[in-house]
């Protein structure tokens, strides 16, 4: 079975030719890559966006997935940084207990 996964490098290079080509310098480090990590797609909309409403950062944070890759970066972030489960919740506002889950998997 093929997993289809959206273009976001091609997604966020027609936005930033169309509607914000002042911003084409800021992001240009994102899009060289070959391909973005969920972290990544998430700043590189920050940098185009701007910072959300709280009300949309509660809508799109039910709305996140997260691949095994994804996981795995998020987990080796707190023992880079010595963080606990509430402090890397914090960090990327998940929940305390999907940080459990997943040290559990």
């Known amino acids: 079975?093929?997993?289809?996964?959206?273009?976001?490098?091609?997604?966020?290079?027609?936005?930033?030719?169309?509607?914000?080509?002042?911003?084409?310098?800021?992001?240009?480090?994102?899009?060289?890559?070959?391909?973005?990590?969920?972290?990544?797609?998430?700043?590189?909309?920050?940098?185009?966006?701007?910072?959300?409403s709280t009300e949309d950062q509660k809508f799109n944070q039910r709305h996140k997935s997260y691949s095994i890759e994804d996981i795995q970066e998020i987990l080796a972030y707190q023992k880079i940084y010595k963080l606990n489960n509430t402090q890397l919740a914090n960090h990327f506002k998940i929940s305390r207990n999907t940080i459990t889950k997943w040290k559990k998997m």
């Open 1 to 52: 079975m093929i997993i289809m996964k959206p273009n976001y490098l091609a997604i966020f290079s027609d936005i930033i030719e169309q509607k914000y080509p002042e911003k084409r310098s800021e992001c240009e480090m994102y899009l060289k890559k070959s391909e973005l990590s969920s972290q990544e797609i998430l700043m590189l909309n920050q940098m185009i966006f701007g910072k959300l």
